[in-house]
């Protein structure tokens, strides 16, 4: 006789099911981590982006608003976004998820005078829980 058992075969059949729904375990927490990779990515260009922006602005404050016509560094203190927004405030396609804040703080550096210098510090949240913060200074210089 050849063949095989219904025992051999309910053995076979579990012996499989148990490696397959391994596999997708696996495949699932790995799809997970890197949806994560992806948001933080996309957090840490926010960041960026908003910090080189404040930077390259004039050092004080203007008093100037909207974002548009901000013209001074410390024009961000404070600045909220709910979604990430371009230079002229209008908002970005597909970044509505994200929180942005700017603080504008007295910092230290070195031997650069206190009232000379400042601290941009840039958070940016996703509903995931990744948390981004970027900082930068900038100094009154001629």
Do not use: C, W
């Amino acid at each position: 006789m050849r063949g095989v058992t219904l025992i051999e075969l309910v053995v076979a059949i579990t012996v499989l099911a148990i490696a397959v729904t391994s596999i997708i375990g696996l495949l699932s927490s790995i799809a997970a981590r890197s949806a994560d990779t992806l948001v933080r990515e996309q957090a840490v260009a926010i960041a960026s982006s908003y910090l080189n922006e404040v930077l390259a602005k004039s050092f004080g404050v203007s008093g100037a608003a909207p974002r548009a016509n901000f013209t001074a560094v410390g024009d961000y203190n404070g600045l909220l976004d709910n979604g990430a927004h371009d230079q002229t405030g209008a908002a970005i396609p597909g970044l509505n998820l994200f929180k942005v804040a700017v603080a504008v703080v007295p910092g230290a550096l070195g031997a650069v005078p206190a009232n000379e210098v400042v601290r941009v510090d840039v958070t940016v949240n996703h509903p995931s829980g990744v948390v981004v913060a970027l900082s930068g200074y900038r100094t009154r210089y001629p």
